[in-house]
């Protein structure tokens, strides 16, 4: 999970910064995906609509107001639009990923070894009540 959080949230901030650079868009018979200055949307070709080319176009970023919150369009219209931007999805990953390393940490840190409280010294094999020949804690 920390890993894999990691590297979604990588790489949509790759995606991110490419996309406000240049416009991607990916386009099939059925409607296209595209990357939009922050933004990622889904687009269903309505009934009508010709479909372009399939695969992959490229194109410099033009100046267009940016949408900051996701955008929907259907099932009324005769076309159906999902457009999020790519925050949105950015901090869902950012947070996976640091409650995965946090998750880990913390799993690495307590092995099951009776350790001090203080220092985490390494216990075993002291008598109970002794203190931390580490730190001079006392145990806890
Ligand atoms: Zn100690």
């Given amino acids: 999970m920390k890993w894999g959080g990691t590297a979604v949230a ?9 996309s406000e650079v240049w416009w991607l868009h990916y386009e099939t018979r059925l409607g296209y995906v ?10 269903r070709h309505g009934p009508g609509t010709f479909p ?5 176009s490229v194109g410099p970023q033009v100046q267009t107001p ?3 919150w996701p955008a929907f369009r ?25 409650f995965g390393w946090r998750r880990a940490r913390r799993a690495g840190l307590d092995d099951g070894e ?13 008598a109970p009540g002794a203190n931390c020949p580490e730190c001079n804690a006392p145990p806890k």
């Fill in 66 to 68: 940016r949408r900051w």
């Fill in 52 to 56: 372009g080319v399939p695969g992959w």
């Fill in 34 to 43: 595209h990357l939009y200055r922050g933004e990622a949307g889904l687009v």
């Fill in 74 to 98: 259907g099932p009324g219209a005769p076309w159906f639009q999902v457009s999020v931007p790519l925050w949105l999805p950015l901090s869902a990953a950012t947070l996976v990923a640091a």
């Fill in 10 to 18: 990588v790489l949509l901030l790759v995606a991110w910064g490419v």
């Fill in 114 to 126: 009776p350790r001090c409280g203080n220092c985490r010294y390494n216990r075993t094999g002291l």
